[in-house]
């Protein structure tokens, strides 16, 4: 039954996305059925959030290596954060060092870059049952994505504004 309903909800996606009428969304290319639902479910739920005005100022607190803000960034390329989000790939990045030694990471992307390496079962089973925190992981590298670097700011004041801005 449920797969009949997403089945059906999948169609109509497709075809509201095709009227536009829907945020395009993001790829998400993982080998694992179990971790594709979890980082499935943030995407969706990081792309809800940077909806409302108040987690879209998350942009303006932030600037690439440039200086620029990053809000300034999209409007540049005259495109929103729902569009911008549409054109990221969050790819299984296992087989990555980054993912392979021990550590807290969970995603990672280099400033600039539309892919996001995601540390597939690391990300299942640290997020499994903290949706919201998952979301603000995806919002944190959604903003690397647009040029945001690091050191400084370092990786917990950005997850921190990012959770001030959009965790309510």
């Known amino acids: 039954m449920w797969r009949r309903t997403l089945a059906t909800i999948i169609v109509l996606f497709t075809q509201?996305?095709?009227a536009g009428l829907a945020a395009p969304v993001a790829r998400c290319y993982m080998r694992d059925t179990?971790?594709?639902f979890y980082i499935e479910q943030a995407i969706a739920?990081?792309?809800g959030r940077?909806?409302?005005s108040g987690c879209q100022q998350v942009l303006s607190d932030f600037a690439n290596g440039d200086g620029v803000v990053l809000r300034a960034v999209l409007d540049e390329g005259r495109t929103t954060p729902a569009e911008f989000m549409?054109?990221?790939s969050f790819v299984d990045g296992s087989d990555t060092p980054q993912c392979r030694r021990g550590g807290a990471v969970a995603a990672f992307t280099s400033p600039g870059s539309r892919v996001i390496f995601v540390c597939a079962d690391?990300?299942?089973s640290r997020f499994r049952g903290q949706q919201r925190a998952a979301e603000m992981l995806v919002i944190?590298?959604?903003l690397h994505a647009i040029g945001l670097g690091e050191r400084p700011p370092s990786s917990s004041e950005i997850t921190a504004q990012v959770t001030r801005r959009c965790g309510s």
Do not use: D, I, P
């Open 16 to 18: 509201l996305q095709a």
């Open 140 to 142: 944190h590298e959604v």
């Open 50 to 52: 940077l909806q409302s």
């Open 34 to 36: 179990s971790a594709r």
């Open 122 to 124: 690391r990300f299942a």
């Open 45 to 47: 739920g990081a792309l």
């Open 86 to 88: 549409g054109g990221l």
